[in-house]
């Protein structure tokens, strides 16, 4: 095993190690963990474009993006129950008023972390709920990604000819992307059989149908994450997890499908 393996094999483990028991437990920890994994995602965000993290608007929108993810009406009772995100809508307006306060920064430039904290506060927010609802909730978003991931590498290295997007992502395929749909549908199928809940509140057949769908939004996910790491001309989001990039690099499928998720009615 080379050096190179031998770190990610290690460093997946580790990370695996720190984040099950803590999904599995759920609740205030594990609240608490998404929520620093949403900063550590905004703040990859924001050095891909050159910003300080510790500037007024790199903390306002770190905190936008918290505040986003966290159910904060289970915390302060007197909040409304969509607390987070009046308090995010707050925090958004304070960004937009920096274009008041400090000299040269003009709407343009806070548009940047305003979309930044909400591409990463509403992913992480839904991946929470999905937790609230229940383990099995969260493990089929994870395991529809996984094996769709796995599906379109596997197919695409094998039978891969038509590129999916030459311009953001040259390795991925048409036929890996139909691989990994496939895949999707599959490991659907066969959760569902181990763990009959995790239907509801629609029947089998509508699983597998939406697994289509998770599978396409996962890929679109990473394509999109792609993209902005083209435009800046980055290889990885980050270094959060040695040997395998920063926080986006794993979590970009799941920002995407676990709203979806949550919009179609899955908790």
Same mark, same amino acid.
């Given at each position: ?41 905004? !703040? ?69 972390? @305003? ?65 990994? @749909? ?48 083209? !435009? ?29 998720? !949550? ?5």
């Amino acid at each position: 095993m080379d050096n190179d393996l031998r770190t990610r094999t290690l460093s997946a483990g580790v990370a695996l190690a720190l984040f099950l028991p803590l999904l599995w437990f759920g609740g205030v920890p594990f609240q608490l963990l998404i929520g620093l994994l949403a900063m550590f995602a905004t !703040h990859e965000l924001l050095s891909m474009r050159g910003l300080e993290t510790f500037s007024i608007e790199g903390v306002l929108a770190m905190l936008a993006s918290l505040v986003y993810t966290l159910p904060l009406e289970t915390y302060l009772p007197f909040l409304p129950v969509d607390g987070n995100v009046i308090a995010y809508g707050l925090l958004v307006l304070l960004l937009l008023g920096t274009t008041v306060f400090v000299p040269n920064y003009s709407f343009e430039d806070a548009v940047y972390p @305003i979309a930044t904290s909400f591409y990463v506060g509403l992913g992480f927010n839904s991946l929470i709920d999905a937790r609230i609802a229940g383990f099995d909730k969260v493990l089929l978003a994870l395991f529809v990604v996984w094996a769709s991931d796995s599906g379109a590498y596997l197919v695409g290295r094998k039978f891969g000819k038509k590129k999916l997007a030459p311009l953001v992502s040259p390795n991925k395929t048409v036929e890996g992307a139909l691989g990994g @749909i496939v895949s999707a549908v599959v490991v659907s199928f066969v959760f569902a059989l181990l763990d009959s809940s995790v239907i509801r509140p629609y029947n089998l057949l509508a699983l597998l149908l939406f697994s289509v769908f998770f599978s396409i939004a996962g890929q679109f996910g990473d394509l999109v994450e792609s993209a902005m790491k083209r !435009h800046f001309g980055v290889k990885d989001s980050g270094k959060f997890i040695p040997g395998h990039g920063g926080v986006l690099d794993r979590f970009d499928s799941l920002l995407f499908v676990f709203p979806l998720m !949550h919009f179609l009615g899955f908790f």
